[in-house]
């Protein structure tokens, strides 16, 4: 199973919105609405920020949303802040009935 | 409020085996799935399988079939991953995480992860 897509980097000025994109085939991201992200600080455990696409658990700024438009997924981050500075990973259920994540993306807040 | 904890990390020789375990607290740790992900110095997030405690059930990803075995101790409510035949390349942390089924497909929350060093 080949991992998800991601950009490497992308960057953005406080107060400034940025998406990160994740993307799959119709055997992962395609298939099914169970995508979900995460944030991983230096040296932390990644910590839950969406799942089945679009939902936010409890504890999760709204700031952070999801979507997914065919195999594509997508992380948006809307007013920045210093904080946002991390790495966000994507995760899909596949049709071979494991779990992929993708390369990881690393947000640099300028 | 589950919370999962990790044993310390190790240091093994190639072509040894490690056995990494993860307590869990809170919650009913039969009713849910302990996932096993690995992370290799700068690299990315691997999902290496996942076990369902009341069922006793382990599913591998392909990529570690043969070399990994998630169990778990209802009694303790503990799961283990044991990797076996290591080479450098499994020098990376290893985390535990709640999650891993159609109804709970994501992972939450994770355990503070175990790094595992193999070198001669």
């Known amino acids: 199973q080949s991992a998800l897509t991601q950009p490497a980097s992308v960057s953005g000025s406080p107060g400034q919105s940025i998406t990160i994109s994740c993307t799959g085939t119709?055997?992962?991201?395609?298939?099914?609405?169970?995508v979900s992200w995460y944030q991983q600080h230096p040296g932390k455990a990644p910590k839950l920020m969406i799942y089945?696409?679009?939902n936010r658990p409890s504890g999760v700024s709204n700031r952070f949303s999801g979507s997914k438009s065919g195999n594509t997924a997508s992380l948006t981050i809307s007013g920045l802040q210093a904080e946002d500075e991390a790495d966000y990973y994507c995760?899909?259920?596949?049709?071979?009935?494991?779990?992929?994540f993708g390369g990881g993306t690393k947000l640099t807040v300028l | 409020q589950v919370q999962l904890v990790q044993s310390g990390a190790e240091v093994k020789k190639p072509g040894s085996s490690v056995k990494v375990s993860c307590k869990a607290s809170?919650?009913?740790?039969?009713?849910?799935?302990i996932s096993w992900v690995r992370q290799a110095p700068g690299q990315g997030l691997e999902w290496m399988g996942r076990?369902?405690?009341?069922?006793?059930?382990?599913n591998y990803a392909q990529k570690f079939q043969g070399r990994v075995t998630i169990t778990a101790d209802k009694s303790t409510s503990t799961a283990y991953m044991e990797l076996s035949s290591l080479r450098s390349e499994d020098t990376a942390v290893y985390y535990c995480?709640?999650?891993?089924?159609?109804?709970?497909?994501?992972?939450?929350?994770w355990g503070q992860g175990t790094l595992v060093t193999v070198s001669s």
């Open positions: 119709s055997s992962d991201v395609g298939g099914y609405n169970y």
């Open positions: 995760s899909s259920y596949t049709s071979s009935s494991v779990w992929v």
């Open positions: 809170g919650g009913t740790f039969s009713s849910y799935t």
């Open positions: 995480a709640r999650g891993g089924t159609m109804m709970e497909n994501w992972f939450d929350p």
């Open positions: 076990i369902i405690p009341i069922l006793g059930i382990a």
């Open positions: 089945d696409v679009s």
